[in-house]
């Protein structure tokens, strides 16, 4: 099923954009586009795996430093190795006999490594893995309820086409039913004919072959499959599990009754249901392709 979802969030001196789109795939296809942050893809893929099971799925994160946490600030580091300079400066003039002015803060805070410019360095990668993963829920509570909705839509659709299939199914019935007398007067002419193109042949052998050919044409088998079909179909549709690569196992069976529907037919009525009956799965296939 296709979705899209985004969301945005800020911490810690970070501003971040998460975005997640998803379009039909046979498989479970997860992309991902995201900063280096200790141990967060393994928890987005697995996060992202509780709530697809198919789809061709892109998930992106943009994460940058946020405008507000620009500024000075000391560096203690600096501060520490410069005051370690001045303090051997002023000790060397000491034993040459000199004495230099006291050193002032304002002088300190001009030496490089002193003042730093920008954000702080992030001291806990732990804490904005955090941050980023309660957005994350979030995100994918959006992204879910999107396709569900779509799930819906498309479960009406499919639960449409298979009340016309087994509509279909009860015509077939009663076109088959309707054919019966005029199999076995068919039966009983052909019969006729073999006996007398063939005095010599052996009607019990005869008689078997054109039974055969009665089996072969009946299509109870066919219709009794479609009905169990049609009452598995409606199963799953009512399941809340992922169910799409069941219901493709499932399009082809029926498209397997129909077709031999179809060719054990006999009579323009039940031959017009079949492609009808085909037309129906046909489209109810392609429906499927959405259905997680």
């Keep these: 099923m296709t979705g899209f979802a985004a969301r945005q969030g ?8 998460w975005d997640i789109r998803s379009v039909n795939g046979k498989g479970f296809d997860l992309r991902l586009r995201l900063p280096e942050v200790e141990g967060l893809e393994t928890a987005v893929r697995s996060a992202v795996a509780q ?40 000790a060397a003039a000491r034993e040459q006999g000199l004495t230099l002015a006291p050193s002032r803060a304002s002088d300190l805070l001009t030496l490089r490594g002193v003042i730093e410019q920008g954000p702080p360095a992030l001291e806990d990668p732990a804490a904005l893995r955090a941050a980023l993963l309660t957005d994350l829920e979030a995100l994918l509570t959006d992204f879910s309820a999107m396709r569900a909705a779509e799930g819906g839509e498309i479960g009406a659709v499919i639960g449409a086409q298979i009340d016309r299939i087994a509509t279909l199914t009860e015509e077939a019935q009663a076109a088959a ?7 076995a007067t068919a039966l009983r002419a052909n ?5 007398e193109g063939a005095p010599g042949a052996d009607p019990q052998r005869i008689a ?20 169990a079909h049609v009452t598995a179909a409606r199963t799953l549709l009512a399941d809340p599990a992922p169910v799409g690569r069941k219901y493709e196992f499932l399009t082809q069976e029926f498209v397997r009754e129909a077709n031999t529907l179809c060719s ?6 039940l031959t ?14 392609e429906q499927i392709q959405n259905v997680e």
């Design 10 to 17: 800020a911490a810690l001196g970070y501003e971040w954009t």
């Design 51 to 90: 709530v697809a099971a198919r789809g061709n799925i892109t998930l992106n994160l943009r994460l940058a430093r946020s405008e507000q946490a620009e500024g000075l600030r000391l560096s203690t580091s600096g501060l520490t190795a410069v005051l370690g300079a001045v303090a051997q400066i002023e």
């Design 177 to 183: 039913e309707a054919r019966r007398p005029e199999v």
């Design 191 to 195: 019969l006729a004919r073999v006996m």
């Design 208 to 227: 078997q072959e054109l039974a055969m050919l009665a089996v072969k044409a009946d299509v109870a088998e066919e219709l009794d499959r479609l009905r």
């Design 264 to 269: 054990k037919s006999g009579s323009e009525r």
């Design 272 to 285: 017009a249901i079949g492609l009808d009956l085909k037309h129906v799965i046909d489209q109810m296939r």
